[in-house]
């Protein structure tokens, strides 16, 4: 595990004496994160939260890593931006007891399940002691995952100090003795900013609309009714490239045109008119090209049922 620098401990003592936690007993710090930008080449990301005791006692309590959603439009859920931990240790005194984490089980929006985006990461509680009068660091490491953050992901990471354990512990451990807080405090770090190589993010629209995901049933349209598509691409660059495909459920994609963006990065195609009665998928790629994007596409189509 990497240590948190000199400089950056000062600089996270200089946000302010913090946040007390119940009964000023503790008082937790604004957060950091290391790297501090991340790009198609970032693998993993630290993320620090400075704990202080006071003098009059061990503090035992447990703390909650929340991970943030992966970028959204439209409400559907895509999983989490991070994936993890991959390791969590103190750097200053006291211990770490068990670790346990929640269920996460994210329902692809398609079959395609190597163009999904989002990664399955559950929270994690662990339990923490600290001994009386003591200053230190909990630092977690998350994996980025394999693909290229976009623009709008988000890479905050939620601390929650709960006035609980959540393991199982034997009767001579000093965990056994049970939590001394009180009261919650909750501290979100700002974590890194998106910036250098990222992924090209795609957002369809169509006229009529269309649904997306598995639950929901496919918007019914007739036969050879035109539908009007239209997107944008973030962040927003002309003249480039993006390819429109289509596949009935389950089936070979097929290009069904390929246009280009204006300057703001939008973009319209030809009508669509769907064929023989069936479900129909809608899905966008944008292929590598110049100006430092990397080829990516949408994570879930836009689904239709002919009539």
Known sequence: MRRIGHAALLALLALGMGTPGA???MVFNGTLSTPTSV??????????LQMHSTAEREERFSVRLAPPPFAMI??????QSLTGPRSIALQGPGTLGQTVADGRFVVS???RTSAYHGYTTGASTVDVLLPAGS????AVRYATGRRAPWVDSDFRLT????PKLVGTYEADSPFALGPTLTQTTTLITAGPVVRGRTGAHLILNTNPSATRGPTQTPR??????????RGRMLPARGRRRVVLQWARHGGALRTLATVRTDARGRFTAPAWRLGAADTYELWARYPQQSGGLVADGT?????????
């Open 109 to 111: 929006c398609s079959e």
């Open 23 to 25: 009964g000023a007993s």
């Open 299 to 307: 994570s879930c189509p836009l689904r239709f049922r002919a009539r």
């Open 74 to 79: 439209g409400g559907l859920d895509e999983g």
């Open 220 to 229: 019914s349209v007739r036969r050879g009714e035109p539908i009007t598509i």
């Open 135 to 138: 200053a230190t660091t909990l």
């Open 159 to 162: 601390f929650s100090a709960r």
């Open 39 to 48: 790009d198609a080449s970032t693998r993993t990301v630290v993320y620090y």
